[in-house]
Structure formats: structure tokens, C-alpha cells
């Protein structure tokens, strides 16, 4: 089920928490939980870069 309404939350809650939601690139899982993927990261909502 997908909620698009859902959108609007998240991005009213990133204006008061700009750094709350963090994404990060990684190639695979495994690379993620060893910590070998925080180089490239972006955030989501009112801090994202474009």
C-alpha cells in the first residue's frame, strides 16, 4: 500500500529535524553493516542538496 500523503509528513518533519532522515549509497548489505559506506550520503527533505 502506498501512502503518497506520507510525503508530506516527512518533509514537514525534515524542516524542524533537517538532519533526521539520512540516506547513504553502498554497494551491498554486507557493505553497510561493516561501516564501509558513509562517504556518499545525502539527506532527504528540506537539507537535500537538489
Known amino acids: 500500500f502506498c501512502d ?3 510525503a508530506l509528513k ?3 518533519e525534515s524542516v524542524n529535524n533537517p538532519t533526521g532522515f539520512l540516506a547513504v549509497r553502498c554497494k551491498d548489505w554486507f557493505h ?3 561501516g564501509a559506506c ?3 550520503h545525502a539527506y532527504m527533505g528540506i537539507a ?3
Do not use: G, W
Request: overall charge positive; proline content about 0%.
Open 32 to 34: 553497510f553493516l561493516i
Open 48 to 50: 537535500a542538496n537538489n
Open 10 to 12: 516527512y518533509y514537514a
Open 4 to 6: 503518497h500523503k506520507r
Open 38 to 40: 558513509y562517504r556518499d
